[in-house]
């Protein structure tokens, strides 16, 4: 009985250690469902904002509101003025100014007064700032708001409109907060970014978001690659600084993409690496000198890669030599492909455009390149870039070809060609170059496909340069459309590579 007491008991002790230990397993699942695991994602969350917390409180007392006056000015004293002093920039106005000349909004013959808004941050203690070019051009005065308050009149305003990017200086007493300038180049898509600044005069509005994307090219910055990012920019943050978890500035917010003139969920900032190189020179000299090498360059593509024997993506391909420039003493071709500029590797115009410019003046750098299939070595000695480089004498005039002498139509390719005469290289903008005219184009055929035109100037077929139309005519007999044909083209953007093929 003792036996069978023990055993009964022991059995009612293992059911009720059973129920017991499913009751509490319940109850822990409960919990856990409650505040276990969640608890551990809201603690990773809270990680976040204190990381957030962190770095805005870090960057903050070093961004600034920059306020801008432009005075008012008679009509007559705007004649002959550049473009990037309209000032009605900015504003729902901007298109209706043109030289001083405002069809119905003369104002009494009087540009009336305007004020702007913008960003900027300090890099300086001693009172050196940074922000946009277009925040500042044009102005007339410059005012600086400190986040503690305390204002100052801006002076020794230096700025670089390639880049748009400007600093200048305020004197106070005592030394001023000063950022801490990050690496942009360690940024990768999908890393955390904070953007400050004083949107629609919101003082010291803090937006999070990711960098979206890198190396985008705007009409805003002509010699920039920008960092995109999803964080909140909005008039009034041009800028003022794009920081990491760090708190250390990786960018300076610049531009929006968007229809409604507001924050649409893609912005732009400078790198800071960029925005580093054309301070110190603004600061040094006042304004920035850049290399060059004298080329016309475009991307590789799938089928120009194809085309040419190499990867896609990997080099730029040379699409013009220009005289008299480095790329030209060096012995650079049409057709050559670079693949490396002083060591560093490149697959975009942009990105080579931004190695090259940062060498120093009169140095000589070596650039690895492929030509003809066979990879090779040239020296080139970069000099300073001209102010009026690609401004004038480069492009041809716009409009359809005169005439159809010595026509020749190649219905394959989807175009007709004739030569090119005196007259119509004169009027065309094609004088000192040789080539057959695209005097017509098939509609949606191979050649329209590719984007060929009328009034196009055809330099090469492949290889072989064609300065007629029975050189052309020639050229073709050897290409296959199901290969492709590789022509060399010059538009009123320059030259550029084409690739004529069957689908």
Request: with cysteine; net charge neutral; charged share 20%.
């Amino acid at each position: 009985m003792q036996c069978g007491t023990v055993v009964a008991r022991r059995r009612l002790w293992g059911t009720l250690s059973l129920a017991l230990a499913l009751a509490s397993g319940g109850m822990l699942w409960h919990i856990q469902a409650r505040g276990g695991e969640p608890a551990s994602e809201v603690e990773k969350a809270r990680g976040l904002s204190r990381a957030f917390r962190a770095a805005a409180k870090k960057v903050i007392p070093t961004v600034v509101k920059v306020k801008t006056v432009t005075k008012a000015r008679a009509v007559q004293e705007l004649k002959g003025r550049a473009p990037a002093d309209n000032p009605f920039r900015g504003t729902p106005f901007e298109d209706f100014f043109d030289d001083g000349n405002m069809p119905g909004f003369h104002f009494n013959g009087r540009i009336p007064q305007r004020q702007g808004l913008g960003s900027g941050v300090i890099i300086d203690a001693a009172g050196v700032i940074l922000t946009n070019n277009h925040v500042v051009e044009g102005a007339d005065e410059v005012l600086v708001e400190l986040s503690d308050g305390r204002q100052f009149k801006a002076s020794d305003i230096k700025t670089d409109e390639q880049s748009d990017l400007a600093v200048l200086r305020i004197k106070a007493a005592e030394p001023l907060p000063a950022a801490a300038l990050g690496d942009s180049d360690t940024m990768e898509i999908g890393d955390w970014v904070l953007a400050v600044g004083n949107p629609f005069e919101l003082e010291l509005t803090v937006s999070a978001g990711i960098i979206s994307s890198k190396g985008r090219t705007l009409a805003a910055g002509k010699r920039a690659n920008f960092l995109q990012t999803d964080a909140a920019i909005n008039p009034g943050n041009s800028g003022g600084p794009l920081v990491n978890l760090d708190g250390e500035v990786i960018g300076i917010n610049t531009a929006i993409a968007t229809n409604s003139g507001s924050y649409q969920g893609v912005g732009f900032a400078i790198p800071i690496n960029l925005a580093k190189w054309v301070t110190q020179q603004l600061i040094k000299t006042g304004s920035v000198q850049r290399a060059y090498l004298g080329v016309g360059i475009g991307e590789i593509n799938s089928t120009l890669a194809q085309k040419l024997g190499v990867e896609p993506h990997k080099g730029v391909l040379v699409s013009e030599v220009f005289p008299n420039s480095p790329a030209a003493a060096a012995g650079l071709r049409e057709g050559d492909i670079i693949r490396t500029f002083a060591g560093q590797a490149v697959s975009t115009a942009r990105g080579l455009q931004e190695v090259v410019e940062r060498a120093p003046l009169g140095s000589k750098q070596q650039m690895a390149i492929i030509r003809d299939g066979k990879p090779t070595t040239l020296d080139v000695v970069v000099k300073a870039l001209p102010g009026d480089f690609g401004v004038a004498g480069k492009s041809p005039k716009s409009g359809k070809p005169a005439g159809d002498p010595g026509a020749f139509e190649a219905e394959d390719l989807g175009l007709n060609v004739s030569e090119l005469t005196d007259n119509l290289a004169q009027r065309l903008g094609f004088k000192g170059f040789s080539g057959v005219l695209i005097s017509g184009v098939t509609p949606n055929g191979i050649a329209a496909e590719a984007g060929l035109r009328e009034g196009m100037l055809i330099l090469r077929v492949g290889k072989k340069p064609v300065a007629s139309v029975a050189e052309f005519k020639a050229a073709i007999k050897g290409e296959s459309l199901k290969e492709g044909v590789m022509l060399l083209v010059r538009t009123q953007e320059g030259n550029r590579f084409v690739v004529l093929q069957q689908s």
